[in-house]
């Protein structure tokens, strides 16, 4: 299940490499590599902050069933937030 709202880590570097970006976290040195779909969904991430709204974003970009970007996107920010370079927010009111 994806959190309602998400942010950057703290000391997370982002580094583009064409089409595809290595996310590094400072703190604690682990890194992970996204390809250009996995860099497009970041990018949405942080611009939007709430996985939910991603979901619907990417559906007009993608020719992919919503249930397979949603299982994609829970994947990625479970990855992400287990490494420290996305963490958790409470929604704003």
């Keep these: 299940m994806l959190p309602s709202r998400v942010e950057i880590g ?3 570097i982002l580094q583009r490499l064409n089409d595809e970006a290595v996310l590094l976290n400072m703190s604690n040195q682990q890194y ?3 390809n250009d779909t996995g860099t497009r969904m970041w990018e949405l991430l942080m611009e939007l902050g ?3 709204k991603v979901v ?3 559906q007009e970009e993608y020719s992919v069933p919503s249930a ?3 299982a994609d996107l829970e994947t990625l ?3 992400l937030l287990q490494a420290g370079l996305l963490r958790a927010t409470s929604p704003t009111v």
Aim: net charge negative.
């Design 68 to 70: 397979t970007l949603q």
């Design 56 to 58: 619907t974003q990417l």
């Design 50 to 52: 709430e996985p939910s």
């Design 32 to 34: 992970y590599g996204l």
């Design 10 to 12: 703290e000391s997370v």
């Design 77 to 79: 920010v479970g990855e």
